[in-house]
């Protein structure tokens, strides 16, 4: 969180609007956390002399009266870098204060204090406390917390041993002394199982939050109008047609009785603080009907109602915060939970209950998928329209169905992330156990703009989407015929081992269809083994091909169809089974396929089905049939893709050695203060960062007359390039400022006189270098992008770059996994790999440099842009020929911090 002085004008010591965030108790209560203020003395003050005299003595191990006083005057003095208090505030009364003091004789260590009000305890105030401590600590260079519990102090002695925190613990005459590390960054080891720890409690509060939205006792619909076939109308007709168990309220101050539900003149004529109010009301009225709500006790709000601004949508967020509700929306269809009868859109149809969860931003996208995924058998556990998105989100969505035994599958349709990186995060935990499964929608600048208009949010580049759901191992489709495809299989059928399918046919015709689909979608074609080939031959008619993908002819019976699916499945090089019929007279082959007993993935095709995809009742289960082999070659695909991801190993960060992270910060800052707008880096400051990241450049020289080239060219051996070192230049190759393959001093000075006869004045030297001949140019780049933060890119380099578009990224950090992922991941990777006997690039200094380009990305976000361009790979090494950086002002975040939008 930002931590600046906050104060309360009116001098009573409430929560104050500057530098509030809101977060969430292990019950699902909302309590905003801020830093403490010189006014808030007397609140401090009341809370601590409101303590039981236990609980002041295990805080202060006495029972001193002055210790309250002492302790607010100690927490609301005026701010400065050795100190730091958070307050925590519950429905606008002070419950917990947290603290830290820097030690004077060790400035990297820090003595932290707690204090919980009585009737709160045990609801995990104190660990959300301590969480934003340390976020402001590790911003602030703090290394190691300290502090001081008595033995029986059990509460607080839990909260430190459950932080995920590594501590060192003594103890001596009745108190527990523990020294704690902080986590410096992603790379430190004591990173993961803090950031896997304090993921583990969000998930808990965030669910408990959300029973009041996706499992609640009671639900009102406010604005259910007497006008048939109005939103409204539509929805208390849903919620009662459903079935629901729960008590119904309806709230139309016109009307008595609606649909058999008695109507209440408003929110607050509610007889008792419910579950959940669903809101469609004119935009106007949103805001009071809100308040009502909150007032009344409600517990989560799903606004259907659309064309809030900014500002209103602001205040609608904001009383949501102060009175605890979740809010879903606004400009939103509804939610859903059929197994739970409940039904609060405004959908023509009932969802039927199922594994798959769903969630969108578009409503007519999700009223399409909840009837599809209904009509294909596979049902919903649990749907939510997030609309515009101001509160709940696709992030808390993942966290629902983690814990959903009914969800066995999660599907997304998302057009903007609030905090992809725990969103990645959180995917990647969810996905370990159930696919996730989302739309690439939005690639094309029309469907970009298109988005934005209606979810009034911005675009997210392809690019980066892309690196996030690689990343997160989520199952990315084209568009929306293409996600049903892979959710038919994925719901149904085991995930692949691998990308080996064994493609059976009646019709040879159909078999080349089929192998043309698996191979453009990167699966491999199974070879029958020989032994099995002799058992074919045995089964099937003569003419009959049996090496792969076998043709059994239009001839075979449905019973030695089965047999032959068996016997393949039974092959230890085959992951999966791709069954394709065509209708004959001799029998129905499709009943043979579903019959057939195989315990690997099975899918068939049948050419004269008429719908897309469907799910047909097999031996072991549902079996997805497909209208079209393609169809079936690309839902196998995602499938193996996602299985390849499942059992890859994620990778470790590695230590790399060499870097000077001190000196490379005091460089940046440097920078900045000559130039606080931000700016680009000259030569000899780019090759200083990179030294501290231990990227090595090829040797460069600054000259600045034909005499000085001359003598450098000695030095460093013909041939050389020269290059015009011209501010503000980025394209080199296209302006004419790149002199290449000099031989000699006369050729080296032609080369100098031709770029200062073309730019001049502008340019202020020139840069020599030696000409590295061979290899494949490759680009390694960094953007730190606005809402995703640091993204590292691959791809290849040099003129080629932005003509072939080759290029692939993944956010930071890198794990050794993720950067030889990346190296494969571009097109042209044949040529870096082996090419046609030509000999390997040096990999592992590629991905070297990605993942110090990573480091350093995490180290400095004032770095806005870094192209290492073109880096030249050869078997003997990877050398970075041209750089540019550019740096502009930032703070650094925490996007892992536990906080609500």
Known sequence: MSVKTGGDPAGDGGPQPSDEVYALLADGATVMIRPAAVSDEDAVLRMHRAMSP??????????????????????????????????????????????????????????????????????????????????????????????????????MLT???????????????????????????????????????????????????????????????????????????????????????????????????????????????????????????????????????GERGVGGLVVITSGLDAAAKAELVDCCRR??????????????????????????????????????????????????????????????SLGDKSDVSGNDMLMWWAQDTATKLAVLYLESYGNPRKFSHTARHLGATLPVLTVDAGRSEAAQRAAASHTAAAATPVVTREALWRQAGIVATRDVGELLEAAAL????????????????????????????????????????????????RMLPSGAAVDGPVDTTAAVPPEVFRSCLELLAAEEDVDAVLALTVPTAIGDLAGAVLSAEVSKPLVLSSLNQAEAVRLLPGAAGPVPSYAYPGSAARALAHAASYGAWRARSPGTLPALGGLRRADARQLISGFLAGQPAGGWLGPAQVGELLACYGIAQVATRPVTSEEAAVTAAGQLGCPVVLKADVPGLVHKSDAGAVQLDLHGPEEVRAGYRALAARFGTRMSAAIIQPMITGGTEVIIGLVQEPVFGPLVVFGLGGVATEVLGDRSARLTPLTDTDAAALVRSIRAAPLLLGHRGTPAADLAALQDILMRVSRLAEDLPQVAELDLNPVIARPDGAYVVDVRVRVEPAEPTDPYLRRLR
């Not at 004077?104 to 707690?114: H, N, R, T």
């Not at 609801?123 to 519990?149: C, M, Q």
């Not at 259910?224 to 139309?252: C, D």
Request: net charge negative; glycine share 10%.
């Open 490 to 537: 994925l719901a149904t059928q085991p995930v692949p081992a691998g990308g080996r399918v064994m493609i059976v046919s009646n019709a040879g015709g159909a078999g080349v269809l089929a192998a043309d689909a698996c191979s453009d979608a990167g699966l491999h074609i199974a070879v029958v083994g020989k032994r099995t080939q002799q058992a074919l031959r």
């Open 323 to 384: 009175h605890g509700m979740r809010l879903v929306g606004p400009n939103c269809f509804g939610v859903a939970v059929p197994g739970a009868d409940l039904n609060a859109t405004f959908a023509a149809s009932q969802p039927t209950a199922g594994s798959a969860g769903l969630a969108v931003q578009s409503g007519g996208v999700g009223i399409a998928l909840l009837d599809q995924l209904t009509r294909l058998g596979i049902g919903i556990s649990s749907f939510a």
């Open 54 to 155: 236990e609980n002041m003595y295990m805080r202060f191990f006495s029972l001193s009266p002055a210790a309250a006083e002492g302790e607010a005057r100690r927490i609301c003095r005026e701010p400065a870098p050795d100190h730091l208090a958070l307050l925590a505030w519950l429905a606008g009364e002070l419950v917990g204060v947290a603290s830290y003091e820097v030690a004077a004789s060790s400035p990297g260590e820090a003595e932290i204090a707690f204090a919980v009000a009585d009737h709160v305890h045990h609801r995990g105030v104190a660990t959300l406390l301590l969480e934003h401590l340390v976020s402001a600590a590790r911003g602030r260079g703090i290394r190691a917390f300290k502090a001081e519990v008595l033995a029986e102090n059990a509460a």
């Open 159 to 293: 909260v430190f041993r459950t932080a995920g925190l590594h501590a060192r613990r003594t103890q001596a005459d009745g108190v527990t002394d523990l020294v704690f590390d902080l986590p410096r960054d992603e790379a430190d080891p004591g990173w993961e199982p803090y950031l896997d720890a304090v993921a583990q409690r969000e998930g808990t509060a965030d669910v408990a939050s959300l029973r009041h939205v996706f499992a609640p006792a009671s639900v009102a619909v406010i604005g259910a109008s007497r006008k048939q076939g109005s939103v409204g109308r539509s929805i208390l007709r849903n919620v009662v047609g459903a079935g629901y168990a729960g008590r119904v309220y309806a709230v139309n101050p016109h009307a008595h009785e609606l649909d058999g539900v008695p109507c209440l003149p408003s929110a607050a004529a509610l007889p008792e603080p419910v579950d959940l109010a669903v809101v469609s009301v004119p935009a106007p009225a949103v805001l009071a009907v809100a308040e009502e709500c």
